[in-house]
């Protein structure tokens, strides 16, 4: 009879330790859940002349049901997304790609990885909740960064395949809260949520372009440029510069209102001159667009520098005393 008692009592105490172990995996699914982290999360619109960043906020709320497994940490972790690597995350858009970073925030510039890569904490959003159970509310956020003077095509850019993930520590044992996270803790976390997220912008490619003086200092306004040639002398010449910074290729297109010539300010009597182009001539028609420069690369900071140079007439015949003008409009087109 001691035997079978014996045999007995063994069956009882591992089908009571069987029991536990189940219901302890039961409950990790319905500890705390993501409430408000968007799927769909937008920048601004980014044209490369600035950085651009994006804070999101992260809620995560308890669930009520849960009443005997306490949290006593939640950590969250990021996947490297579409570009596979967390060196630089890409959105992208066609061919096209822009770098970008996910921070914990911009001020401390760690670097988010999963909880399965990350090296250290600083890789990873930790919240200390202290051996909650039932309904609490936590709170965390991350920020990206897309960095400016990057070359673009005009479009929507995303990255589509970043997953987050809620891990906790749970107090399974009942021996009170952990009040220290450690790196050593990670093999110990339960997954208790995961979302895939998407990061998205607008991006139009950015052009900008002045006339200023001939070597001057890069500067660009919105100001028209003048010559004055004063009295008119036969070959006087006036120099300028076309200065342009492009986050896309482009082209160049010059149009002249009268044609290569200065056209009196109240009668027909007109003044003729050459208008060079980084030191070519180019015979302008009136109200016609001449190509300059049917293709230049992207240019950025400063940009590029094109010398203009309007030469008079060697012959000027007689005219009448007055003001004489024309007008140069130039149009630079993102390729």
């Known amino acids: 009879m001691r035997t079978v008692k014996g045999i007995r009592s063994v069956i009882i105490l591992l089908f ?5 172990s189940v219901s302890a995996q039961q409950y990790v699914g319905s500890i705390a859940t ?16 600035i950085t651009i960043t994006t804070n ?5 709320n308890g669930v009520n049901q849960n009443k005997t497994i306490p949290v006593d940490w939640l950590v969250i972790g990021v996947s490297e997304g579409d570009s596979g690597s967390y060196l630089q995350r890409t959105i992208s858009q066609g061919g096209y790609s822009i770098n970008y970073q996910l921070y914990d925030s911009i001020s401390s510039r760690n670097v988010l990885m999963s909880k399965a890569d990350a090296t250290s904490l600083n890789d990873l959003l930790t919240i200390y909740v202290g051996g909650q159970t ?5 709170n965390s956020s991350f920020e990206f960064e897309i ?3 990057q070359y673009i095509s005009t479009g929507t850019y995303s990255d589509q395949s970043l997953t987050v993930e809620l891990w906790g520590l749970l107090d399974l044992a009942g021996d009170g809260p ?3 996270l450690t790196f050593a803790d990670l093999p110990n976390l339960e997954l208790l949520d995961s979302q895939v997220i998407s990061y998205n912008t607008y991006a139009a490619a950015s052009i900008n372009s002045s006339i200023i003086e001939h070597d001057g200092a890069f500067e660009f306004t919105s100001t028209p440029y003048s010559m004055n040639f004063g009295t008119l002398d036969p070959d006087e010449v006036q120099q300028a510069d076309l200065i342009i910074e492009a986050l896309v290729p482009y082209s160049i297109e010059v149009q002249s209102t009268y044609g290569s010539k200065l056209k009196h300010e109240t009668v027909d ?3 003729e001159y050459k208008f060079f182009f980084e030191n070519v001539w180019h015979p302008l028609s009136p109200g016609s667009p001449a190509s300059l420069v049917p293709y230049a690369d992207a240019s950025s900071s400063p940009g590029d520098r094109y010398p203009i140079d309007i030469q008079i007439s060697s012959l000027i015949d007689f005219v009448p005393a007055g003001d004489y003008y024309d007008y140069l409009t130039f149009t630079i087109i993102g390729n």
């Open 34 to 49: 993501f409430k408000n982290l968007s799927t769909y999360i937008s920048a601004d619109n980014y044209d490369g002349s």
């Open 147 to 149: 960095p400016a003077g």
């Open 56 to 60: 999101e906020s992260i809620t995560i």
């Open 134 to 138: 039932r309904k609490f509310t936590a």
């Open 16 to 20: 009571i330790i069987s029991t536990l």
């Open 178 to 180: 952990q009040t220290e």
């Open 269 to 271: 009597a007109y003044v």
